[in-house]
């Protein structure tokens, strides 16, 4: 019996590590990688460091502005050919809130873009740890497999040895052959699942996974209770930051709005010289300066203004309540996802029971089979269960690891930092 619980833990051992080398690929590495080639995240930053030029931009617009320009032409007054060079500087001293309400607004963009680029980045990593369990499982898979006809090759020799000397049927040796075809057609789905994981891994991660490290620690982020999780997700949520952003953003477009029936006042000053091409020479005309005050007073637009300054309005209040919807279905994430966690973490300990009860049947069932006190097909049986044990337990443990990411993730706690 304790021969046949080693044996049991080392056959665990090589389904869920792979027999993992020296350099042995950890979820952590695997995070590392992803988040640094990753082209989706790549695009997202591209995108983002785009978005931030907006502020930049709306800013521009309340500073001084200086242009020169320059023309040349033939005048058939008297004055031939002749040409003029001016400069115009404007310095915009009140715009009505139109640049404020505009630098408040690309401000606001800025900010949920940043958010839009931290849930990219959540999803990345959640298919990072969600390949990495799959493969994890899939290895673990093809490993029982290929161990389990190993065993059954074994008792087939015996089988056959005990048929020799009448203590068995042909029937005992078709029972064994046929359990054998079983689990072969059971390996060849597993090595195919487990190119189809590979692959997946590849495209997440960026390269060819190796032995991956079965073991891998809870999250040091992870939320320990249900409040906690909730409270995690109304201050730290991407998805929920990006939409309060949106929001911020749209009340500001309403002072844009409204700050174009506004008055405007602008510096402005200049200076030109003409010249005048007579007998193979210029002639210089007098130059002129200039510096005055502009002021820009809409009077009648249309309605123009009152109607944008009501869409603004009634865009700010749609946001406001996706806002609250956004919150909520939050909530229901974490909530769905901490279910899942809990619901995970009692499947792993059951599985382990189960393969501790599996193991002990199993050698309790060879043991009595050698003294005549149970079938083949009782030994068949107890070897299905203990196979199904296995990959029950492998199965168990990668899905709490991608529970674990789907809860820090609807937290707002899945980044780069959360597995180191």
């Not at 065993?151 to 056959?160: G, M, N, P, S, T």
């Not at 390269?207 to 079965?214: C, F, H, I, R, T």
């Not at 730290?236 to 002072?255: F, H, V, Y």
């Amino acid at each position: 019996m304790i021969e046949g619980r080693a044996r049991s833990s080392l056959l665990l051992s090589a389904a869920l590590a792979a027999a993992a080398p020296a350099q042995a690929e950890t979820l952590r590495e695997a995070i590392a990688l992803a988040y640094a080639t990753n082209p989706v995240l790549a695009e997202a930053r591209a995108r983002q460091a785009a978005l931030e030029e907006a502020p930049e931009q709306a800013r521009a617009d309340g500073r001084p502005t200086l242009s020169a320009d320059v023309g040349a032409g033939y005048n058939n007054n008297g004055i031939g050919n002749a040409g003029n060079a001016n400069l115009r500087v404007t310095l915009p001293i009140w715009t009505g809130g139109r640049v404020p309400s505009a630098v408040r607004a690309a401000n606001a963009d800025v900010a949920a873009g940043e958010q839009r680029v931290r849930d990219r980045e959540a999803a990345v990593l959640e298919r990072v740890v969600t390949a990495y369990a799959d493969l994890l499982f899939a290895q673990a898979s093809v490993e029982v497999a290929r161990i389990g006809i190993e065993r059954l090759d074994r008792q087939v020799d015996e089988a056959r040895s005990r048929f020799d000397l009448g203590e068995a049927t042909l029937t005992d040796v078709a029972q064994l052959r046929a359990q054998r075809a079983n689990v072969l057609a059971s390996l060849a789905d597993a090595e195919a699942a487990l190119t189809s994981a590979a692959a997946t891994y590849r495209a997440v991660v960026g390269q060819s996974p190796g032995d991956l490290v079965a073991t891998v620690s809870p999250p040091d982020a992870l939320p320990t209770n249900l409040p906690e999780a909730r409270l995690s997700a109304e201050e730290a949520n991407p998805l929920l930051l990006e939409q309060t952003s949106i929001a911020d953003a749209s009340a500001a477009r309403i002072l844009r709005a409204r700050a174009v029936g506004a008055p405007s006042l602008d510096l402005a000053a200049g200076y030109g010289r003409g010249a005048q091409l007579s007998g193979g020479g210029l002639r210089g005309f007098e130059s002129e300066a200039m510096v005055g005050l502009s002021l820009n007073l809409p009077i009648f637009t249309g309605g123009l203004v009152p109607s944008r300054v009501r869409e603004a309005e009634a865009t700010y209040s749609a946001e406001r309540f996706a806002t609250e919807s956004v919150e909520r279905e939050v909530i229901r994430v974490v909530d769905t996802a901490w279910a899942a966690l809990e619901a995970a973490q009692l499947r792993l300990q059951a599985s382990r029971d189960g393969l501790e009860a599996a193991e002990l049947a199993l050698d309790g069932v060879r043991a009595e089979y050698e003294f005549g006190l149970r079938s083949t097909i009782d030994i068949l049986l107890a070897d299905q269960s203990y196979r199904a044990a296995q990959l029950a337990l492998a199965r168990s443990q990668s899905d709490e690891l991608i529970a674990q990411a789907n809860l820090l993730r609807a937290a707002g706690r899945l980044d780069e930092g959360a597995y180191l």
